[in-house]
Each structure stands twice: as structure tokens, then as C-alpha cells.
């Protein structure tokens, strides 16, 4: 998932976020987020989705 245009992220899209990856999972599917801004990386971290989604 590319996050070149997305300059803020909800709770409501964390949620979106977890539960997109706790669907693909069982098939194998891989979930990956690439090019987050500095912003959405701050909210990543501070919420501990960081440790939880695969970020690049």
C-alpha cells in the first residue's frame, strides 16, 4: 500500500490498517506500506503500529 499521498492517518484508519491485515494473513498474502511521510511514521510509532504492520 503506497502512502505517497497520505498526510494524516485516524484511529478509524489504523483500524482499517489492522484489520485488511488480519484478512490477508491466513492466505499468506503480504500487507506492506511504503513511502509514509514523517507525519503518518509519528503516528505509527506513538500507537505501536509500527511494531505490528510491515513499514517500509
Not at 29 to 43: E, H, K, L, R, Y
Amino acid at each position: 500500500m503506497d502512502f505517497s499521498d497520505l498526510d494524516y492517518i485516524s484511529s478509524a484508519g489504523l483500524r482499517v490498517l489492522i484489520s485488511t491485515q488480519k484478512k490477508l494473513k491466513p492466505d499468506d498474502i503480504p500487507f506492506v506500506i511504503i513511502n509514509v511521510n514523517d507525519t503518518v511514521g509519528g503516528i505509527f510509532r506513538i500507537s505501536g503500529f509500527d511494531k505490528i504492520l510491515k513499514i517500509e
